[in-house]
């Protein structure tokens, strides 16, 4: 299947919240590809299923958060689709 949106390259250091029971934990993660529909994220392991919470600290904005689901896993990361519930959030990654 083609890409829909074009794919950047990026190094954006990021922090995926993993449901493990009752409680939850972060882990660091990189994004290393970011379109519109989706990203590539480095360091995420075997370890997700479901929606993801991601949380992002960019340098002029703060912290914001993304959601998205994984797609597939690849030798180069994860995949993930993205959902915009927040459209004031992307002219700050973009």
Do not use: Q
């Not at 392991?45 to 993801?52: A, S, Y």
């Not at 949380?55 to 990361?77: C, H, Q, S, T, Y």
């Amino acid at each position: 299947m083609a890409r829909l949106d074009a794919r950047v390259n990026t190094n954006i250091p990021a922090k995926v919240v993993l449901p493990t029971g009752p409680e939850s934990r972060g882990k660091l993660v990189t994004i290393k590809e970011l379109s519109l529909s989706g990203a590539l994220i480095e360091g995420l392991g075997g370890e997700c299923g479901g929606t993801l919470p991601i949380k992002v600290n960019l340098p002029d904005f703060g912290e914001i958060e993304l959601a998205g689901e994984m797609v597939r896993r690849n030798g180069a990361g994860t995949a993930v689709k993205l959902y915009w519930s927040d459209a004031s959030v992307l002219p700050m990654l973009w």
